[in-house]
């Protein structure tokens, strides 16, 4: 995004630590004032507090709304939700059955839902980094959910996706799957 000229304000618990980004100390649910994402063209929704804790159900809808509150009053025309295909109600895990609830935050004429697959990258970071830890300690793991199809998606593929729908006013109020063409 920087490297496509675009000013770029981060809104989270550690700053990214990269010149040319401007960040704002935030936690998922609390208030914040729309004047901090005024003029902003588009917001990207990553946050979520631990999805496999009970409690933290509440919290991540209520984080949500304030965010998407904030976002609506400082008249920003994209929100972009970045869910999972896991997501659905009858999902088997917590992770899957709070992103789909998120999901529902949005309606057709505010918000792009992406739902991207299993993300990897050059770092082994969330999900993809238990897996290499996995992997480095057995030579052979157990597929769990092996009737559910996997499509991987490329961390820098995804960024790309993401950049690509915040430019995309007709992607409001449509839903994306993101990963390999076959699973």
């Known amino acids: 995004a920087l490297e496509d000229g675009a000013e770029l304000v981060v809104l989270g618990r550690r700053s990214p630590k990269i010149d040319g980004v401007e960040f704002v100390p935030f936690e998922l649910g609390q208030d914040i004032d729309p004047s901090v994402i005024q003029g902003v063209d588009a917001v990207v929704h990553f946050a979520a507090a ?35 295909q896991s997501a659905r109600e009858d999902a088997p ?24 697959g299993f993300v990897y990258g050059r770092y082994a970071k969330g999900a993809y980094g238990n897996l290499c830890s996995l992997l480095a300690k057995f030579p052979i793991i157990p597929i769990i959910g092996a009737d559910e199809p996997v499509q991987p998606i490329y961390i820098d593929d995804l960024c790309h996706a993401i950049l690509q729908a915040s430019t995309m006013p007709s992607a409001i109020g449509h839903m994306y799957n993101l990963g390999a063409e076959h699973p």
């Open 93 to 116: 895990t917590k992770y899957g059955r709070d992103k789909w609830a998120l999901e529902g935050l949005f309606g057709p004429d505010f918000g792009i839902i992406l739902r991207p």
């Open 50 to 84: 631990d999805l496999e804790n009970e409690d933290a159900s509440d919290l991540n809808i209520t984080g949500s709304k304030i965010l998407i509150d904030a976002a609506k009053s400082a008249s920003v025309k994209t929100f972009i939700y970045t869910s999972s």
